[in-house]
T-cell receptor
Framework: GAVVSQHPSRVICKSGTSVKIECRSL??????MFWYRQFPKQSLMLMAT?????????EQGVEKDKFLINHASLTLSTLTVTSAHPEDSSFYIC?????????????FGEGSRLTVL | QKEVEQDPGPLSVPEGAIVSLNCTYS??????FMWYRQYSRKGPELLMY????GNKEDGRFTAQVDKSSKYISLFIRDSQPSDSATYLC?????????FGAGTRLTVKP
């Protein structure tokens, strides 16, 4: 099956620092990767959609200068939370759409829990 | 009105019960319908994926889509404690994807 790896799974950082989260499709090429944020006991909130080699499309209300997304290859997308603050503490999840696969079949990473002190 | 409505529960059933999970939606353009299972502190995993209206069965799981009513369901037969998780419905139309709030299910032994 398709595997999406997310790293790190947990990260704790000080306020004001930047944190990078990686999302890799291990056994398939991902044309599109999605980044979500999930608050406790709530559903996934789509933050942005990224296609390999192009700029990410951000959802309304998501600060693109704060949440930098890079999709450098068909197997890797990164989310950088810049100048993190405690309110950025959350569970961040990526998903990937397999190249050539039917729409809607997304494969999710295990998530990264960010805690900003 | 939210685009996707899903009762967050919690839903608690005894082991062996049939579980029915549902979502309604408002955007008739959605064509692809999915159910994801998410264990605590983990990413969602795809359970069922259907295109347009109809039924799809996979083991103990059956997904139903009624596009005329904008209503989708997931049935779990012979529920097991290991089925305890949050179940998210999702739908997609190539340009837009939306998730339900998720229903937290507990199956008690």
């Amino acid at each position: 099956g398709a595997v999406v790896s997310q790293h790190p799974s947990r990260v704790i950082c000080k306020s004001g620092t930047s944190v990078k989260i990686e999302c890799r499709s291990l056994d398939f090429q991902a044309t599109t990767m999605f980044w979500y944020r999930q608050f406790p006991k709530q559903s996934l909130m789509l933050m942005a959609t990224s296609n390999e080699g192009s700029k990410a499309t951000y959802e309304q209300g998501v600060e693109k200068d704060k949440f930098l997304i890079n999709h450098a290859s068909l197997t890797l997308s990164t989310l950088t939370v810049t100048s993190a603050h405690p309110e950025d503490s959350s569970f961040y999840i990526c998903s990937a759409s397999r190249k050539g696969q039917g729409s809607g079949e997304l494969f999710f990473g295990e998530g990264s829990r960010l805690t900003v002190l | 009105q939210k685009e996707v409505e899903q009762d967050p529960g919690p839903l608690s059933v005894p082991e062996g019960a049939i579980v029915s999970l549902n979502c309604t939606y408002s955007n008739s353009a959605f064509q692809y319908f999915m159910w994801y299972r998410q264990y605590s502190r983990k990413g969602p995993e795809l359970l069922m994926y259907t295109y347009s209206s109809g039924n799809k069965e996979d083991g103990r799981f059956t997904a139903q889509v009624d596009k005329s009513s904008k209503y989708i369901s997931l049935f779990i037969r012979d529920s097991q404690p290991s089925d305890s998780a949050t179940y998210l419905c999702a739908m997609h139309n190539n340009n837009d994807m939306r998730f339900g709030a998720g229903t937290r299910l507990t199956v008690k032994p």
